[in-house]
């Protein structure tokens, strides 16, 4: 069974020197946003081609890895008209050149009212739901033509924010063509830790057959706040939670996210010995 990273959590480095980091500790796939891996190569709205995406995703390939998901995170209801079409073009740009990276998802998360994406009053609120809506159905409507799989990842303090509006947009938008990534670390809110469990039996029955990859870290509550912290060190029960989507989700992509280079291999260990004991190859 795959198990990956985020590639910018090996640092931002040339890509061949970032397949090599990244090959050297055994992984064979990859979550890549290529503003934040890639310092070399301007890959901003515009500059995107075939060949540039066929040199990225061929150098991975020749040190084993896999391009899982094409990272493109927007704000993709920035409160800035200009801007919001700037970042839906950019994402637009990913879904057309997806391929040619050997990749078939683009993911996002669902962004706030505020620019920055911090939390903003507005975010739980219907207009805010239903202003995403709209925007991610644009991004679908191209995924359907190239055939690539927009992915979206709630976040507790973001507009699609609980199991329930994940599944809100699900059916509002209703294409095969829109997926889910999975974290539940991030769907948890901060002044209930413990609802982990329920919010992944939520989800599974909410969107279970929809989730297409899964993000795994770990976290701790410090002064109110999650805090990452390297896997099997936090309050999250992987075992629980693998054993649970495996079950219905065989050979999901997971991808170990947040980690710094001196804790991935600490917190990829811990997955890795959870997949064993429960048997999974």
Not at 155 to 160: A, G, I, L, R, Y
Not at 242 to 257: D, F, S, T
Request: charged share 25%.
């Amino acid at each position: 069974m795959r198990l990956g990273v985020r590639a910018h959590d090996f640092g931002k480095l040339p890509v061949e020197e970032l397949a090599a980091a990244i090959a050297a500790k055994g992984f064979t796939s990859i979550q890549l946003a290529l503003a934040k891996a890639i310092p070399n190569i301007d890959t901003s709205l515009g500059r995107l081609s075939p060949g540039l995406a066929n040199y990225i995703g061929e150098t991975f390939h020749k040190h084993g890895i896999h391009i899982a998901v094409l990272g493109c995170y927007i704000n993709p209801v920035h409160p800035d008209p200009d801007e919001r079409r700037k970042v839906l073009a950019r994402f637009k740009e990913h879904i057309r050149m997806a391929r040619d990276f050997g990749c078939s998802i683009v993911a996002t998360e669902t962004g706030s009212a505020n620019a920055d994406c911090s939390f903003h009053p507005d975010n739980p609120s219907p207009k805010m739901l239903q202003e995403l809506i709209g925007n991610v159905a644009q991004l679908v409507e191209e995924a359907e033509k190239f055939g690539v799989f927009v992915c979206i990842e709630g976040v507790t303090h973001h507009t699609m924010s609980t199991p329930q509006k994940i599944r809100q947009v699900l059916e509002a938008i209703d294409s095969p063509n829109l997926q889910v990534l999975f974290d539940p670390v991030n769907l948890t809110p901060a002044d209930n830790p413990q609802s982990y469990q329920t919010i992944l039996q939520e989800s599974l029955e909410l969107f279970g057959d929809r989730i297409f990859v899964l993000h795994a870290k770990d976290f701790a509550i410090e002064n109110g706040s999650k805090k990452t912290v390297p896997i099997g060190r936090g309050l999250m029960d992987w075992e629980y939670v693998l054993k649970e989507i495996l079950r219905q989700k065989p050979y999901l992509e997971i991808l170990v996210e947040d980690n710094k280079p001196d804790t991935i291999m600490e917190s990829a260990g811990h997955i890795q010995n959870v997949l064993t004991k429960l048997a999974i190859r």
